[in-house]
Antibody, heavy 122, light 113 residues
Framework: QVQLQESGPGLVKPSQTLSLTCTVSGDSYGSGSYYYNWLRQHPGQGLEWVGFMSDSGSPKYNPSLKSRATISVDTSKNQFSLKLSSVTAADTAVYYC??????????????WGQGTLVTVSS | DIVMTQSPDSLAVSLGERATINCKSSQSVLYSSNNMNYVTWYQQKPGQPPKLLIYWASARESGVPDRFSGSGSGTDFTLTISSLQAEDVAVYYCQQYYDTPYTFGQGTKVEVK
């Protein structure tokens, strides 16, 4: 049973860089079965896909973030990271680490972390 | 981007009655190579992450009660709860996986009347 756990600062100042880490247990990166995504949910609102890291190490991002997002992987620690630069109050959201069951071909996000609230404020 | 539009935004249904949520995509999400519609439905309860209910528009995830069903093809999709239970009170989201950026509907809040 895979478990995903987000961690990182809960408060970030405007114009700074938001940095989050997702620790994955119960699965190993590079197995060929899963991609790992970041999604976010603004307070009281819907869900927005931020991007993913593929099994081959190729990331893909939502163009709406205007190249501010960077997703990376540390295979030795089984961790994925998200960095979002030049943050504003509009980046205040709950950020989720989410597993995409690519190998099944179902197009489904089958496991989610609990989410971590990041507030952008001075 | 593919826009997913849900209706209604909220609905109140009596316990044991049927709840129906609609989702319309701005373009077809039917993959011709495997004839599958890449629409997924999620349930989100307060303070929790979303939970996968339905994939391929109509396939129920393992462990999901059979009162939940999905239907539709092309651009029009429906999630039906055949007999609403108290534990089904939640916000429901549709999502397209046809193309990046993956996009979600705005959500439908289901409450007990």
């Amino acid at each position: 049973q895979v478990q995903l756990q987000e961690s990182g600062p809960g408060l970030v100042k405007p114009s700074q860089t938001l940095s989050l880490t997702c620790t994955v247990s119960g699965d190993s990166y590079g197995s060929g079965s899963y991609y790992y995504n970041w999604l976010r949910q603004h307070p009281g609102q819907g869900l927005e896909w931020v991007g993913f890291m593929s099994d081959s190490g190729s990331p893909k991002y939502n163009p709406s973030l205007k190249s501010r997002a960077t997703i990376s992987v540390d295979t030795s620690k089984n961790q994925f990271s998200l960095k979002l630069s030049s943050v504003t109050a509009a980046d205040t959201a709950v950020y989720y680490c989410v597993r995409d069951n690519v190998a099944s071909g179902t197009g489904s996000f089958d496991s989610w972390g609990q989410g971590t609230l990041v507030t952008v404020s001075s | 981007d593919i826009v997913m539009t849900q209706s209604p935004d909220s609905l109140a249904v009596s316990l044991g009655e049927r709840a129906t949520i609609n989702c319309k995509s701005s373009q077809s999400v039917l993959y011709s190579s495997n004839n599958m519609n890449y629409v997924t439905w999620y349930q989100q309860k307060p303070g929790q992450p979303p939970k996968l209910l339905i994939y391929w528009a109509s396939a129920r995830e393992s462990g999901v009660p059979d009162r939940f069903s999905g239907s539709g093809s092309g651009t029009d999709f429906t999630l039906t709860i055949s007999s609403l239970q108290a534990e089904d009170v939640a916000v429901y989201y549709c999502q397209q996986y046809y193309d990046t950026p993956y996009t979600f509907g705005q959500g439908t809040k289901v409450e007990v009347k």
